[in-house]
């Protein structure tokens, strides 16, 4: 088994403020993905990564960067916080195409 | 049903009841996630059916796949207490790279 890690659980931010959301995983799978989940509303893909160094945009991603440092680890910026993207921001990986994917437990973000 | 942006639905049952609930999608997909999310909690994966699948069984759960009606059920059987949960569906998106996820349905089971 595996597990993914993401840090902070809770993130508190100023408007226009830079922040960064981390995500950890141990199950050694290639692909990684951040999701953005509104309250009350599923879940919309901001940015995934087939690979070490790859970037991919989902429909979400404008407002945010990504980084792909290495295998394990997947880290999603927020480029300059507003108070209508509070929500709690997901991590996931998968092994592969067509498979299910693994999800972290988020970090809810407030913007204040 | 779920799709698009529309707020979640709810469905209420009693212990022992059971429960569909149904997802359409609108593009081409090889195969259909269902995932469940408990309260605080990231999604967790609890079925997945291909595309030459028409029905798939785990324990109390059964999901459907009609690919010509670009649709899918999710059915728990004699729910449980511990049914109670948020539920999603996902299909393929960018060459299967990635996921569009439905609305959900969230089912609360009262004893």
């Known amino acids: 088994g595996g597990i993914i890690t993401q840090t902070p659980k809770f993130l508190i931010g100023q408007e226009g403020q830079k922040l960064t959301l981390k995500c950890q995983q141990n199950?050694?799978?290639?692909?990684m993905y951040w999701y953005r989940q509104d309250s009350g509303k599923g879940l919309r893909l901001i940015y995934y990564?087939?690979?070490?160094?790859?970037?991919q945009k989902g429909d979400l991603s404008e407002g945010y960067d990504a980084s792909r440092e290495k295998k394990s680890s997947f880290s999603l910026t927020v480029t300059s916080a507003q108070k209508n993207e509070m929500a709690v921001f997901l991590c996931?990986?998968?092994?592969?195409?067509?498979?299910?994917?693994?999800f972290g437990p988020g970090t809810r973000l407030t913007v204040l | 049903s779920q799709w698009g942006e529309e707020n979640l639905q709810a469905l209420s049952i009693q212990e022992g009841e059971d429960v569909t609930m149904n997802c359409s999608y609108k593009?081409?997909?090889?195969?259909v996630h269902w995932y469940r999310q408990d309260s605080g909690r990231g999604p967790a994966l609890i079925i997945l059916?291909?595309?030459?699948?028409r029905e798939k069984r785990s324990g109390r759960l059964r999901a459907t796949l009609d690919t010509s009606s670009q649709s899918s059920s999710l059915s728990i059987t004699a729910a449980q207490c511990e049914d109670t949960a948020v539920y999603f569906c996902?299909?393929?998106?960018?060459?299967?790279?990635?996921?569009?996820f439905g609305t959900g349905t969230t089912v609360s089971v009262s004893p």
């Open positions: 996931a990986s998968s092994p592969g195409l067509g498979e299910g994917q693994y």
């Open positions: 199950f050694n799978h290639d692909t």
């Open positions: 990564s087939i690979t070490e160094n790859d970037l």
């Open positions: 593009t081409y997909t090889t195969v």
């Open positions: 059916i291909r595309s030459n699948e």
């Open positions: 996902a299909t393929d998106a960018q060459g299967g790279r990635a996921l569009i």
